[in-house]
């Protein structure tokens, strides 16, 4: 049965692989930020509603783009940054965690400038996470609270910080997870 639906959920995401909800190629902006969904959660979007909305309606229109992938869409998500060389911010909760530091990865010797991993998963327990010498900063934020979902830490990041009780699908709401991404974004439009 674990089988059964570990299979299901990966249909279920893949068939959302194909989807992007902005450009990545306006070149009047000055931050991009490219993010990466969980299991299950592109439909739902929970970087893009709880987290990446609220913060980019605070700065002008056009001065900061973004661009959400399913974390089965690697390929897209490099297209998209590969168009890219100015301010670039790659976020990832979930299995979307996973993605991007294989995104930051494949992307060497170009610079990300700024990671944000929110809870990150290792898709069905596989692999490790490391911070590639590409990545100028990241910062990591997990929890520790639910038995079947307990988070990790990057070995290497800037920042691995324990949120406590705070439900897995929550993490990228979280007002710490915001103030980063907020300030990440002050910082790129402060030297531009």
Known sequence: ?????????????????????????????????????????????????????PVVK???????????FAWTDEAGAQACAAQWSKYLIEIGHSYGGKMIQDLVNAQGPRVVDYVITADPRLPWYLGSFQRPANAKAWHNYYELYQWFLTGYTIPGADLNEDLGSILHVNMPGQPAVFMDLTNAINAALAVQ
Do not use: H
């Open 1 to 53: 049965m674990k089988y059964f639906l570990f299979i299901l959920c990966f249909v279920l995401s893949a068939n959302s692989m194909a989807q992007t909800t902005a450009s990545c190629s306006d070149k009047n902006a000055k931050v991009l930020i490219v993010a990466s969904e969980g299991l299950f959660s592109y439909d739902i979007g929970y970087v893009r509603n709880e987290l990446i909305l």
């Open 58 to 68: 605070k700065y002008p229109a056009g001065q900061v783009v973004w661009a959400d």
